[in-house]
């Protein structure tokens, strides 16, 4: 290379034919790499830089200098787009995990996740809603094999109803205790016959009833051991 050609610095200011300041390349101390655009006020509006540990960057700042939308990509090789409101607080996120799953998130103003679309490596699309504690309260999803699913959980983020329709056309609607046990499933069948179980507090079935395509009902009782001991009809 011709070194007459050449410029070597640690910073570089181009400026306009006014003599302002319009851009600036810089390199830190800590190795980090930055290129700012200023506009005619003076003001950076947009920076595109190398992070010490290599990681690249892009920040768009607003008139009031204030950082609102944000491009990079981590060590690891995971994008990030972030979105911020006027107090620079990220309020909208876009990703794509290093396992390749993609993922939008929403927060509040306290920077709190409240909201969340990603879709899993197997394809499974999920929509969740977050409490203001940072509690999973509500999540929809459709499994791989194309049943819709919905859990909602209670304040401490344990699911406790959960309503899914399956392949075959038959839908069951689970309750569960604040331990985790499943305690009452309510089912309609393909053939429209509909159910009703009921489990103890250690998850075992106790109690089933339902109605039969003829419309007739049925009952069984069930010891702790899983094993009838009353059914009607017989």
């Known amino acids: 290379?011709?070194?007459?050609?050449?410029?070597?610095?640690?910073?570089?200011?181009?400026?306009?034919?006014?003599?302002?300041?319009?851009a600036?390349?810089?390199v830190e101390e800590n190795g980090a790499v930055g290129f700012t655009l200023v506009d005619d006020k003076?003001?950076?509006?947009?920076?595109?830089?190398?992070?010490?540990?290599?990681?690249?960057?892009?920040?768009?700042?607003?008139?009031?200098?204030?950082?609102?939308?944000g491009l990079s990509l981590s060590s690891d090789g995971a994008p990030l787009i972030?979105?911020?409101?006027?107090?620079?607080?990220?309020?909208?996120?876009?990703?794509?995990?290093?396992?390749?799953?993609?993922?939008i998130g929403f927060l509040d103003k306290n920077g709190q996740a409240r909201a969340g679309i990603s879709l899993a490596p197997?394809?499974?699309?999920?929509?969740?809603?977050?409490?203001?504690?940072?509690?999973l309260r509500a999540n929809m999803a459709l499994l791989p094999d194309g049943s819709p699913l919905i859990r909602f959980s209670d304040y401490k983020g344990d699911s406790?109803?959960?309503?899914?329709l399956s392949?075959?056309?038959?839908?069951?609607?689970?309750?569960?205790?604040?331990?985790?046990k499943a305690r009452v499933g309510m089912s309609l069948m393909p053939d429209g016959s509909p159910g009703v179980n009921l489990f103890d507090n250690n998850g075992k079935f106790r109690v089933g009833m339902g109605l039969q395509n003829d419309g007739s009902p049925k009952i069984a009782l069930l010891d702790d051991k899983g094993r009838p001991f009353w059914m009607r009809p017989k």
């Open 122 to 135: 197997d394809g499974t699309p999920t929509i969740e809603l977050v409490d203001d504690k940072g509690k």
């Open 160 to 164: 406790r109803i959960s309503i899914i």
């Open 42 to 69: 003076g003001k950076p509006r947009a920076l595109m830089f190398l992070s010490e540990n290599g990681s690249p960057g892009i920040h768009l700042f607003d008139n009031s200098y204030k950082v609102r939308a």
């Open 82 to 103: 972030g979105l911020a409101d006027d107090k620079c607080q990220v309020r909208a996120a876009m990703d794509v995990s290093i396992d390749g799953t993609p993922g």
């Open 24 to 26: 600036s390349i810089a």
């Open 1 to 22: 290379m011709d070194e007459s050609k050449t410029i070597t610095a640690q910073g570089l200011n181009i400026t306009d034919s006014k003599g302002n300041l319009r």
């Open 167 to 180: 392949p075959d056309g038959s839908s069951v609607i689970g309750l569960s205790d604040d331990k985790g």
